[in-house]
């Protein structure tokens, strides 16, 4: 397959600019997320590599070689979309072998290639039926089988499994990334689901309003985003933001808040340097804790409590924020109850209180 490189990609759609001028290189056989709520410019992208949408300004490569002129059909590029249409009233090794058809490949050629695909995709022994008969996933497979017949330079797959209900999608998901993992794919896949981008990809794109937020593996992006809007959009529950006062101390940095102080780790005291007195900081919900030993322990005044299988969430007020938090499920606060709140500062996330009207279109 191919390696991938844009170089400041603008799209416009007449007035509307829906891609602001972005940089992005994947290697070849890489599997990236491009992950962004919707309207961010996701498919606009992924459609200009694509090679269905002209670029505006910029340039896209593969491998090296300027494609921005090459049409689509030339650009050797697999797309699979929500919408995988099949052809109802031909076999589904028909429906594989369509695209080969189309290009006049011989028929052993034809025969060797759906073949192969199908053992790939797990479809061998549907190759004779219909599609009326498959199951939504295997549907989806047969469709992939398609788009992959050809051997393609790159792989792009957009919210490919969106429609599918919950089981069928988690299978989709697994034998995506098993498909990857086995035959080395350049893979792109758009998704607005966090979850999924940062369980698939090797890395993640993460875009807002036409720009790259953060461009990193998934452990960075959760551990380490790189703005306000990184940190909301990716982790659920939703990481807890609050408002906090930035001080230098002997030594070090602090943040104040609710009248507290919490000195900051080491890590983040270029952040605090830099962004001055107002702070926005930002903390997981798996990184607070009820009635933990802590640098910090604040009361907090239950609010709510939501018992999920495998974990309880707790809302709890410390003063006028409210936090969730994640606890074990044996920790059942009663609504109203006065509880020992911990903040694990090894985790505690900073950023310029400037970003905070980043963070409030992330629930929209
Ligand atoms: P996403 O895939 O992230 O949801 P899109 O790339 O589809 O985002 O859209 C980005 C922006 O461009 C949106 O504001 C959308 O309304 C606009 N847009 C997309 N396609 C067109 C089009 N064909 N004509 C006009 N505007 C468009
Ligand atoms: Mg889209």
């Known amino acids: 397959m191919a390696s991938i490189k844009a170089e400041r990609l603008v799209k416009r759609y007449g007035a509307v600019q829906a891609v602001h001028g972005i940089d992005f290189e994947i290697a070849d056989g890489e599997f990236v997320a491009i992950l962004g ?6 498919s606009s992208t ?54 080969l058809r189309s290009a006049n490949v011989d028929n052993r050629e034809i025969d060797r290639q759906v073949r192969d695909i199908a053992e790939k995709m797990e479809l061998t022994s549907l ?10 996933g295997q549907a989806q497979r047969v469709g992939l089988a398609r788009a992959l017949v050809r051997n393609p330079a790159v792989f792009l ?88 006062g930035v001080v230098a101390e002997p030594g070090g940095w602090a943040i104040e808040f609710q009248g507290r102080r919490l000195v900051l780790p080491e890590r983040l005291h270029a952040t605090a340097q830099q962004i001055g007195a107002g702070g926005l900081a930002a903390i997981r919900p798996h990184f607070l804790s009820i009635g933990e030993e802590s640098p910090l322990r604040l009361d907090g005044k239950v609010f709510i409590t939501e018992e999920l299988q495998d974990q309880n969430l707790v809302m709890v007020d410390v003063g006028d924020i409210r936090f969730t938090l994640v606890a074990h499920p044996s920790v059942m606060p009663k609504r109203g109850e006065i509880v020992p ?20 279109s992330i629930a929209a």
């Open 46 to 99: 992924m459609r200009m590599i694509a090679g269905l949408e002209k670029i505006s300004e910029g340039s896209i490569y593969f491998d090296g070689k300027r494609v921005n002129d090459v049409r689509a059909r030339d650009r050797n590029v697999a797309m699979s979309f929500e919408s995988y249409a099949l052809y109802p009233t031909i076999s589904i090794y028909e429906n594989i072998a369509f695209p």
């Open 127 to 136: 190759l004779d039926l219909k599609p009326k008969g498959l199951s939504s």
């Open 37 to 42: 709520p919707s309207g961010c410019g996701k």
């Open 341 to 360: 709140v911990s903040i694990d500062p090894a985790h505690l996330l900073l950023f310029p209180r400037s970003q905070a009207d980043k963070v409030g």
């Open 157 to 244: 797959l957009d919210e490919p499994i969106s429609h599918l209900d919950t089981r069928q999608r988690y299978r989709m998901r697994r034998f995506i990334k098993s498909l990857h993992q086995k035959f080395n794919y350049t893979m792109i896949y758009v998704t607005h689901d966090q979850e999924e981008a940062l369980a698939l990809a090797d890395r993640v794109m993460v875009m807002s309003d036409g720009e790259i937020q953060q461009m990193a593996v998934p452990d960075e992006v959760y551990a380490r985003p790189k703005n306000a809007f990184v940190a909301g959009f990716v982790g659920e529950p939703p990481i807890n933001f609050f408002d906090c």
